[in-house]
């Protein structure tokens, strides 16, 4: 596991984008996993500047996302879909047939999580992975548990998902209670794994996951067994590790 400690949330987010950049430039026709949160925003937005100043090409990616609400439907600004469309694949030249993300909409579990792997088996794996990092350590919304979940499956958030996502809707009420999430197998089988923190609410998170125990409890603790895992965090995240 290869720790980048950036100055600050733009530092971070300006070394990633160059990290997922130097991915599209050595494979045009690469598989990018994509993630929602706060977090890789700024990333986002480093990578369209980069797009429009022409540095960079996205029409030969394929993108598979790592989760989605169940029950919320595309045009819904709290989806993920729409948060990717928002941010950055109305904004680059992606081919909008190669970009896939689970289908909140599909009331059947089974179906909606059976597709989804066999796109991603479909399109050949995942070649660089970015994630987030949950205060309770869940990646994707693999949340804390008593096992790894290999493929993706249907979640009930915790509570303390529904809170911390509650910023983002009308009411806590609003906050969906379940989701499709990418399975943890699935993120261990990338080639490269590029995971962005930021904030001092962060910093016990980082310490459990990526220098405690490796256990389901704190789910993004299993990357320490992964071959290519990159983590960019700003000072702030990284201020109880030494
Ligand atoms: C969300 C997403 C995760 C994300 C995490 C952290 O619930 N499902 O993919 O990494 O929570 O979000 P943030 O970056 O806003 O702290």
Known sequence: MRIIRAKDYDDMSRKAANVISAQVIMKPDCVLG???????????????????????????????????????????????????NHHLFSKVNINPDRTFLPDGTEKDSDKACGDYDRIIADVG???LQLLGLGHNGHIGF???????EAGTHCVD?????????????????????????????TIMLAKKVLVVVSGEDKAKIVKEAFFGPITPKVQASV??????????ADEAALSLVK
């Open 223 to 232: 990357l320490q067994l992964h071959r290519n895992v990159t983590v960019v």
């Open 125 to 127: 794996g995942i070649d």
């Open 157 to 185: 958030l915790t509570e303390s998902t529904v809170k911390a996502n509650q910023r983002f809707f009308a009411s806590i009420d609003e906050v969906p209670r379940q989701a499709y999430t990418m399975g943890i197998q």
């Open 34 to 84: 994509l993630a929602t949160g706060s977090t890789p925003i700024g990333a986002y937005a480093q990578l369209v500047k980069w797009y429009d100043k022409g540095d960079l090409d996205f029409s030969k990616v394929t993108s598979v996302n790592l989760d989605e609400y169940k029950g919320l439907t595309r045009d819904n600004d709290q989806s993920y879909y729409y948060f990717m």
């Open 142 to 148: 693999n949340e804390p548990a008593d096992t790894f």
